[in-house]
RNA sequence: GGCGACAUGGCCAAGUGGUAAGGCAAGGGAUUGCAAAUCCCUGAUUCCCCGGUUCGAAUCCGGGUGUCGCCUCCA
């Protein structure tokens, strides 16, 4: 049985109750990439929310059908491939593979239907086909536009009135300047397809209707995408979908806030302040993204700065550090009984630890707060790690830490964050980070051999210079009663994310 | 010019009518050979400003200010 949740809705401007088409079942499409370059860690914030939110969604039993296209039919890319002397399609055929590594990289779950424009074109037609027959569209040179004051509807979704808008000095053939393009007119050298209207190609907004339609039917339940598509993207999306279907296109409207650099401008290649994903993951694990996007609603704007992938990698030790400390524990038997004679400390875990589905869940149930979500686990994490100061903990505290360690695996399932062995995440973060600061493996572990026979032979201050050395540049040792452990800092001073 | 969103401690941030989660940073303490990690303590009499509604508002309403996004491609 799926469970009820509430979701703010772009078109009513206001958190309402999740009703879906069929019981049990959202069908939830989302705006995918234009593949002419590699994607930035503005356009992984929006694969990870939704992916988040799918996997949730899924957490909590319902059937998801969920569809993410490809834009790889468009102006950028076909003048980049021209630039680089390329057929467009084959170009975008390209960045779609390299989407695919960065996205696998990021964790995440492939969309059930990944469509692309250039192989939708007949859907593509059939849809422009209905709007001519409807009186929606018309022909002008070779072009058919889509005639916006036909559609009384128009501006739902964003608060535009045609008559204020801001209208572009585009010539064309447009009856008005509003109108938009269902399909373009073949020009000399571009990429085209046949159509009933002559040789040309799509239009940027049509795809969406089409290939939506075409996976989840003539409504969806659940519309996503960036903010920035609000209008006119998701505007004109509406007008063609419901001028052709006669049905409402989205039931839901979901978008996610953008990245913004210092200052408040937002990231976009053509502002030129972008960091690739394949940049950002070569230096810092993918969940430690995840954890930075994860922390703040997905609905606000998300400052970015050098400091963001560091501190949440930080944050992310924090979390898989008191789960490792929890999985240390051993002991059987009845946990309230164990908690009684234990104290405090036992009973507040035990407590905090059977709490937190419901607090999980009443978090994500109201609007996807995420932010709450991991604010409970962090809450756990330091009442774990003070039950593990107790002296009896490690020996006997298995039964009252178990629903700590139930309440982590929510954490992944839900959201997929903290799933790995602790061993693979601090692995992966030694790698990353000893490549990123430029240090080498071997070295490192022979001056702590170095010093560990120094301070065997009690010569504190060999010990203490060689752990000034390893520190300066950017090792932490620690010295635990079962060893020596160290990490790699995750501050580095000339970091390429700085 | 039009449309929309947001404004919470040094920074990030949850909370949408009942009296301020969480993280980072900072200071003090415990622990440590010294550190690191961890734990404890300290910090907004207050949630941009001004009015209003209410027994009671960060939370609702009105006005103002500021920031950002969109109106051209954009996650």
Request: a negative charge; glycine letters at 10%.
């Amino acid at each position: 049985m799926a469970a009820s949740f509430r979701i703010y809705n772009t078109l009513s401007r206001s958190v309402e109750d999740f009703v879906p088409q069929v019981p049990g079942k959202v069908g939830i499409y989302v705006c995918g990439m234009t593949v002419y370059d590699r994607s930035h860690v503005g356009h992984a914030r929006a694969m990870v929310v939704f992916d988040a939110f799918v996997r949730y969604l899924r957490h909590r039993s319902w059937d998801v059908l969920f569809v993410r296209n490809f834009t790889d039919v468009d102006d950028k890319i076909i003048r980049r491939a021209n630039e680089l002397g390329e057929d467009p399609v084959g170009l975008a055929s390209r960045f779609i593979d390299v989407f695919h590594e960065d996205m696998d990289a990021l964790g995440l779950v492939r969309p059930d239907h990944e469509p692309r424009v250039s192989r939708c074109i007949d859907d593509i037609h059939d849809v422009i086909g209905k709007l001519v027959d409807k009186g929606h569209a018309y022909v002008s040179e070779g072009t058919v536009w889509y005639a916006v004051r036909t559609f009384d509807e128009y501006g739902k979704l964003s608060g535009q009135n045609i008559d204020e808008l801001r209208s572009p000095d585009e010539a064309g053939g447009k009856r008005d300047p509003a109108d938009f393009a269902l399909w373009k007119c073949a020009r000399p050298g571009e990429v085209s397809w046949e159509s009933p209207w002559g040789p040309g190609r799509p239009g940027w907004h049509i795809e969406c209707s089409a290939m939506g339609c075409k996976h989840l039917g003539a409504t969806l339940d659940i519309h996503g995408g960036g903010l920035d598509l609000v209008f006119p993207h998701h505007e004109n999306e509406i007008a063609q979908s419901e001028a052709a279907n006669g049905a409402q296109f989205a039931n839901y409207w979901m978008h996610n806030g953008l990245l913004t650099m210092a200052g408040g401008q937002k990231m976009g290649k053509s502002l030129g302040n972008v960091i690739n994903i394949d940049v950002a993951l070569a230096e810092f694990p993918a969940e430690a993204l995840r954890l930075y996007y994860l922390q703040n609603k997905y609905r606000s704007p998300l400052p970015w700065s050098g400091d963001a992938l560091p501190e949440a990698l930080g944050m992310l030790s924090r979390l898989y550090d008191a789960r490792e400390a929890a999985e240390a524990m051993g002991g059987e038997g009845d946990a309230d009984r164990i908690a009684k004679e234990m104290g405090k400390t036992a009973s507040d875990v035990l407590r905090l630890g059977r709490d937190f589905e419901a607090r999980f869940h009443g978090a994500l149930d109201e609007d996807f707060n995420t932010g709450g979500a991991i604010g409970a686990a962090f809450e756990l994490a330091r009442a774990v790690n003070r039950f593990a100061d107790h002296k009896k903990a490690r020996k006997r505290g298995g039964p009252i830490v178990a629903p700590a360690l139930g309440a982590f695996a929510l954490l992944a399932d839900g959201l997929g964050l903290l799933g790995r062995p602790v061993s693979e995440f601090h692995a992966e973060v030694k790698v990353k980070r000893l490549k990123a600061l430029g240090l080498d493996e071997a070295a490192v572990e022979g001056m702590l051999a170095e010093r560990s026979a120094a301070r065997a032979a009690k010569d504190w201050a060999r010990s203490d210079a060689l752990r000034d050395e390893l520190e300066g540049s950017g090792i932490i040792v620690m010295d635990k009663p079962e060893g020596v452990q160290w990490r790699v800092r995750c501050v580095a001073p000339d970091s390429a994310t700085a």
